[in-house]
């Protein structure tokens, strides 16, 4: 069975966006692949955290992922900073990345514009350790969007130096990209990704929203003057996003719903998408309550992250071992 890795930050509660693009497909091929879920805590200290909020939205995190479905069962989920030898290999990995490379990283010169009091080191370094994270699991498949696919490119830049300079012990990911119309837009304006780190709170939908709230969020989404209900991206932006978000939590196609709603207007259809949505919600946070305040989660976590390091630290010594590092008697 191959192996899948993925890692998200627990810099934020993830939104409907983000369960339909990746936590519904990851519940959805939870059985086909060896499954690492990992809270990559370590990559969000790359700027500035409350240590408080970043732990409570860490574990926040961890009941978001079992609430989708996953089971523990089936796939190990464990936070990055409990397994030491994702910093470890990460350092190894930064010894031979250039800083050429690293400052053409497009989420570094974003970030890095946005910082007031000097630029973080760790904004420039912290794609090596990314790649760390991947490759301590042997991993063969990284479901990854448009906007990390800069980051797995240079994985396997990495790997492909790490094998050429020292012994050939690294596997070589394979990018996996999300299934066609598993991508959520703006709102208020669907020509952009919904964003939890977004400022105008219309734009997305937090899974911890107030379910009410969100129906509110729906009905007044942008969308068009024309009144037509039909998928078409280019033409019709808004429409074409709120039929996606409805397709994608009834699991009713598209071409059904443009078939039901043919000779209704926005009004119907916006309403009707408002009662979905509140339901999905009321339904996913009765189960995320259920796991963050119970002592389950931590037992979760805790085989999660055993499984893991004992993975990562046979990895680890063969890379440590390969490029010299420790004592080995003659």
């Known amino acids: 069975m191959k192996t899948l890795f993925s890692g998200i930050q627990p810099s934020g509660i993830p939104t409907i966006g983000n369960y339909i693009g990746a936590l519904k497909q990851f519940v959805d091929i939870q059985n086909d692949y060896d499954c690492y879920f990992c809270i990559v805590d370590q990559h969000a200290i790359t700027v500035p955290q409350d240590r408080l909020k970043l732990r409570k939205q860490t574990r926040q995190l961890a009941a978001i992922y079992l609430a989708s479905g996953l089971d523990p069962e089936k796939i190990t989920l464990f936070i990055q900073s409990e397994v030491p030898a994702h910093v470890q290999a990460g350092w190894m990995l930064t010894t ?7 400052e053409r990283m497009t989420q570094f010169k974003d970030k890095s514009q946005k910082q007031n009091d000097g630029i973080p080191a760790g904004l420039l370094t912290y794609p090596p350790l990314m790649a760390a994270d991947i490759i301590l699991y042997n991993t063969d498949i990284v479901p990854v969007g448009d906007d990390q696919k800069q980051h797995i490119e240079l994985t396997r830049n990495l790997v492909d130096r790490f094998n050429s300079r020292y012994n050939d012990i690294l596997v070589k990911p394979e990018i996996q990209m999300p299934k066609v119309g598993g991508r959520v837009m703006s709102l208020q304006d669907p020509t952009k990704k919904m964003s939890k780190s977004d400022d105008n709170q219309k734009n997305f939908i ?92 931590d037992t979760i976590l805790d085989a999660g992250r055993d499984k893991a390091h004992q993975t990562s630290f046979k990895t680890l010594k063969k890379m440590e071992k390969a490029m010299g590092l420790g004592r080995k008697r003659k």
Do not use: C, H, M
């Open 96 to 102: 031979i990345s250039s800083i050429g490379e690293l």
């Open 206 to 297: 937090s899974l911890l929203d107030e379910p009410r709230l969100a129906a509110k969020k729906i009905k007044s989404a942008v969308t068009d003057s024309d009144g037509i209900i039909k998928y078409d991206k280019v033409n019709k932006p808004g429409i074409s996003n709120l039929l996606t978000i409805y397709s994608s939590l009834t699991d009713e196609s598209i071409e059904s719903l443009e078939a039901r709603y043919q000779d209704q207007g926005y009004g119907t259809f916006k309403g009707d998408l408002a009662e979905v949505v509140e339901q999905f919600l009321i339904d996913f946070q009765d189960k995320y309550r259920i796991f963050y305040e119970s002592d389950e989660l």
